[in-house]
């Protein structure tokens, strides 16, 4: 579905593994308990969007733009394209869970 436009609408319970949303369009969507692993959000846009008990193992989300995106609740610490990520809401946990990811993407190299 690249390019699709989502405009006022829930996806519940829906198992979306693969799915390809390249380029697509959400604006004041919910995902709530969707399976998403390895589904291909690159460069979308998220405005006024929501996700909550969503499995996102493998999820890519480089380039992707993010305004008033709620992650708060979700597992981010497999999926692709953190950046992408950049403007949604997310918890003190997740950014400790998601710093690795960060730091490889800006290019750090890490020393244990």
Do not use: W, Y
Not at 10 to 26: E, M, P, Q, S, T
Not at 88 to 111: H, N, R, W
Request: hydrophobic share 45%; net charge negative.
């Amino acid at each position: 579905m690249p390019e699709a436009v989502f405009e006022d609408c829930v996806f519940k319970n829906v198992k979306l593994d693969g799915a390809g949303f390249r380029f697509a369009r959400f604006k004041r969507v919910a995902f709530d308990s969707c399976v998403l692993r390895d589904t291909d959000f690159s460069h979308a846009s998220f405005i006024d969007v929501r996700f909550t008990g969503c499995e996102l193992a493998g999820a890519n989300f480089d380039g992707a733009s993010c305004k008033r995106v709620d992650l708060s609740s979700e597992s981010l610490g497999e999926c692709k394209g953190i950046l992408g990520l950049k403007g949604a809401t997310i918890s003190d946990e997740q950014l400790i869970q998601i710093a690795p990811l960060l730091a490889a993407e800006l290019g750090f190299k890490l020393v244990a």
